[in-house]
């Protein structure tokens, strides 16, 4: 009965080096994205103390501040995780083949594991596991110091298209300054470009934001901006000149708007929250009433934009483009935390609620957003 138990400590204690170096390799190595369970509730216990800390704040700019860190702060947190669940888990198998009493396994996996090398033990089995644990040790080590630099290239390519996006769309970012100031330095007719660039950006993004989704969470350098509401800016601008604008169809602007909603369902299904996957209009109403869209039409019509006659049919093609990204991106603006007040995202987006187990579990994800 002693054999069994000691047997059963030390599968207890592999399986739970096993599911770490698993959450480790999914966060630092697998080129794809991987749901680790152990990083969610590690974000999501941090999101809960950044929200308490955030509801002393009185203004966005004093919340925007704190959350900031949320993201490097919960990031840097695993490491410190992953190396207490590695030393318990080494401890347990030391236990378990009789190195010594307990608290000497402790020491002895703690020794091992920052290869401090106060503490040695005799046996064959128990040598090789020192050594693995120390291997194991370093490795961490080395993945995190080449795992920060690829992280920061991916936000500085992201940030670079928002920063840019400013000169063309305006603070906060919109369809209005975007297609007149188009209209009058560039021509319409240049629009082609910039869907192509964007094209390639939501491309980037929704590779980089699925296999590293800390980057979801990392803020933008100034804090009226955000790159949820930049891509939702640029969205609605090419689902307008596709819909409403009487210049000859660019098949780049459908190509950008087909790669943003998929970028951002794909970042949504990561967090397991729930969205109309096939949505058409006018079966899922939108979020943009048709007196809004009017209103704006008859802005850009007034700056001189071609329109086209048929409003009936533009409201109805315009809602048709729109349905494909308008649920996914209220709900990335309210779980990144996104810049108040920006015209057809953040006016109107829910509030978000954490659930009993931050993103955990499906169940639970119905209730997020009211």
């Avoid at 630092?28 to 308490?52: C, H, I, K, T």
């Avoid at 400013?166 to 629009?191: C, Q, S, W």
């Amino acid at each position: 009965m002693d054999t069994f138990f000691h047997i059963v400590v030390f599968l207890l204690g592999a399986g739970i080096v096993i599911a770490t170096l698993f959450s480790a390799v999914s966060t630092f190595v697998l080129p794809r994205s991987a749901r680790s369970q152990l990083n969610r509730l590690v974000f999501g216990l941090m999101r809960r103390l950044f929200e308490f800390i955030m509801s002393l704040g009185k203004s966005y700019e004093q919340r925007d501040a704190l959350m900031a860190y949320y993201a490097p702060i919960a990031l840097m947190s695993l490491v410190p995780v992953w190396y207490v669940l590695i030393a318990l888990g080494y401890s347990f198998m030391y236990w378990s083949l009789r190195a010594g009493e307990y608290f000497f396994d402790l020491r002895l996996s703690g020794s091992s594991l920052f290869t401090l090398g106060f503490t040695a033990s005799e046996g064959y089995l128990v040598t090789l596991l020192v050594f693995s644990e120390a291997m194991l040790g370093l490795i961490m080590v080395g993945l995190l110091i080449a795992y920060l630099p690829t992280m920061y290239s991916a936000f500085s390519r992201r940030e670079q298209a928002v920063n840019m996006l400013e000169v063309r769309a305006g603070d906060p970012p919109n369809p209005y300054d975007m297609l007149t100031r188009f209209h009058r330095i560039h021509g319409l007719d240049k629009l082609a470009e910039l869907w192509k660039i964007w094209e390639v950006w939501f491309a980037d993004v929704e590779e980089s934001h699925t296999t590293l989704p800390a980057l979801v969470f990392f803020r933008s350098p100034r804090a009226e901006n955000s790159w949820v509401t930049s891509a939702g800016a640029v969205l609605d601008s090419a689902a307008i000149t596709l819909s409403s604008i009487d210049i000859p169809q660019e098949m780049s602007a459908a190509l950008c708007i087909r790669a943003g909603f998929i970028s951002f369902h794909r970042i949504t299904d990561y967090f397991d929250i729930p969205h109309p996957h096939n949505p058409s209009f006018p079966e899922t109403p939108i979020s943009i009433s048709r007196g809004e869209y009017d209103e704006l039409i008859l802005k850009l019509e007034a700056a001189g934009l071609p329109i086209k006659p048929d409003r009936e049919k533009a409201w109805t093609d315009f809602a048709g483009w729109r349905v494909n990204y308008d649920r996914t991106l209220l709900i990335l603006c309210s779980l990144v935390m996104a810049p108040p007040n920006v015209p057809w995202s953040t006016d109107r987006a829910p509030k978000f609620k954490l659930p009993p187990l931050f993103l955990l579990k499906k169940k639970h994800t119905d209730a997020h957003y009211h």
